[in-house]
Structure formats: C-alpha cells, structure tokens
C-alpha cells in the first residue's frame, strides 16, 4: 500500500516539473470590437481567370492584426499576395486594414476558397484568430459543353476527272473578274470606314501617354504622380470606350462592375486590373518601383487601349 502511494505521488510530482518545462503561452480573448469581411470577385469564372480575394479587418486600438500564411496554394487555388492596402483610422479610435490577394483555379467546377485566418495580438498578450469563412466560387471550362464529342476527321473524298471545255474556262474567268472587283470595293468601303474619328477614345489616350512622356517626370523624380497620371489616363478611355465608370471608383468597385457587365474579356481584365493594381500600391503604399516596372506600367497602358480599340476588321 504504501509503495503504490510512493509510486503515485511520484509520477504527479513528475508530471507538475514537465508542465513547468513547457512554453507558457498568452490565454486566448474573445476579440471585443473585431469585425472581418471577405471578399472575392468574380465568383464565376472560366478554367485560369484572376479571382481578386481581399480580407478587411477592423481592429479597436491597441491590438495589431497578422496577415494569413500560406504556401503557393490555399486549397485548390494558387495564391499571390498583392500586399496590404494603406490602414484606415475611424473616428472612434479602430483602425482599418485590407489583405488582398490574386487567386487563378485551373480546375472546373463548384468549388470553395477556404477560409483564412488573420491573428490578433492585444497589448497584454491575449492571441486570437478570426476569418471570414469560406467563398463559393463556380469555374466553367473555356470548351464549350459539346467539346467533348468532336468526330474523327472524315477521309478526303476521291474527285473523278471531268474535261473543261475551253468556253467553261472563259466563263469561269469572267465570273471570278467579277467576284475581284466586287472584293476590291468592299475592301475600299471598310478602309473608309476603318478610319477613326478625330475624338475616338483611343486616339485620346495616344495622345495622352504621349504627353505624358513629355513631361519626363520620372527623370524629374515624380514617379507617384507618373503614376497618378497614367492610371487617370487608363480609367479614363475605359469610361470613353466602354461606358463604365472608371475615374471615381476603386479598382476593386471597377473590376467587378466589368466582370459583371462583360464589356471586357477575361485578357483584358486581367491586363487592366494587373496594372491598376500596381499603380494603387505606388499611389498608396508607398511602394517604390523599380525601372523595368515603370517601363513596364507604361507598356502594359498602350497594350490595353491597343487591344481594345474598336476597329474594323482586317481584310
């Protein structure tokens, strides 16, 4: 009896010296005043679209909040960190942040962006994790549905020999004279009509970068204000070219409204939101371009109004 209490008392004294060996770690606190919103836009896509996923945050004074971690991939979608967007303080004292990301899915079907969780540390230690839950996202294939049931290519078919009398062959010539010159005065009406007009939007925006230029003001140091100019010039021919209301919305308010109109293809706006999104992080960020980005920004501007212009097609 007694050598089995000696056993017992041991082995509680054992485990209170490994309980003190372990890390101590801050108790966590219910987060009072945190609000987390998420979203992504669009949630319907084709097999590669670019998904922009943005985490707002609203913290009370006095506790910081952690971005997620992650790898390459969250789920089934690969991920690319854009940064964070400048914090927002209100009146009563809390403060706003915004994470935003870029997801592509290369697979089809309905499937769902998990949810990510942002850390909170308060100023006495309390650690807490929150999230804003999960985002259904739908992705059809850029095949269409009937893709799938493509037949084999059927075999030449065999011509038997049949003799042209000379006179067919002069009618033939004759009717093809015709068939040219019909072709050559189409040709000419749709090179009239190809011809843009004075104000086309395209031809502004032209002559907007090439003003721009002009003032050479990133050998003069104003490289925000480059940026400035160059994303007013952009938002500005959208609103010509397409009727969307650019200039006095944010890039996330612009690409939705373009994905939900469908005025612009899945290239273009990826190429327009891929540059409106660097300039933001040069207009509010801080962040300080490198000069193949600034290079890059510009050519990425001529890119998008090239690809979008309205013009007759080629012949």
């Known amino acids: 009896m007694r050598s089995a209490l000696l056993n017992a008392c041991v082995i509680v004294a054992a485990g209170a010296a490994c309980a003190s060996g372990t890390e101590e770690r801050p108790a966590a606190w219910p987060p009072d005043g945190v609000s987390i919103a998420v979203s992504a836009i669009p949630t319907r896509v084709t097999v590669g679209d670019r998904i922009l996923y943005t985490i707002r945050v609203v913290v009370p004074h006095g506790i ?6 992650f790898g390459r ?18 009146k009563d004292g809390s403060e706003e942040i ?24 308060s100023q006495q230690g309390g650690l807490a994790e929150v999230d804003g839950g999960a985002i259904a996202v739908v992705s059809e294939s850029v095949l269409d549905k009937d893709a799938s049931d493509i037949k084999d290519i059927k075999p030449p078919l065999k011509l038997a020999y049949i003799p042209v009398a000379p ?4 009618f033939a010539g004759g009717v093809a004279a015709a068939v040219a010159l019909a072709a050559l005065r189409r040709v000419r009406r749709k090179r009239e009509l190809s011809k843009p007009p004075p104000g086309a939007p395209h031809l502004i ?55 939900a109109s469908g005025l612009l293809d899945p290239r ?23 000069d193949e980005e600034i290079n890059g920004a510009y050519a990425a501007a001529k890119r998008f109004v090239d690809e979008t212009m309205q013009l007759q097609p080629k012949v």
């Not at 910081?64 to 971690?69: F, K, L, S």
């Open 205 to 259: 925006a032209y002559e907007e970068l090439a003003q721009l230029l002009a003032m050479n003001l990133i050998a003069r140091g104003r490289v925000k204000e480059y940026y400035i100019r160059i994303s007013g010039i952009v938002r500005r021919y959208v609103e010509r070219r397409f009727g969307l209301r650019a200039p006095d919305r944010t890039t996330e308010e612009f690409l939705a409204e373009a994905s």
């Open 64 to 69: 910081t909040a952690t971005p997620p971690v």
């Open 167 to 170: 006179i067919v062959w002069l």
């Open 98 to 121: 915004a994470y935003r990301y870029e997801l592509r899915l290369y697979e089809t079907g309905e499937k769902s962006i998990p949810p990510l969780t942002v850390a909170l540390k």
């Open 268 to 290: 273009a706006r990826t190429l327009v939101g891929d540059f409106l999104e660097q300039c933001d992080m040069v207009k509010f960020a801080r962040y300080g371009p490198t």
């Open 73 to 90: 991939t969250v789920g089934e979608f690969h991920i690319r960190d854009l940064g964070q967007l400048p914090a927002v303080r209100r």
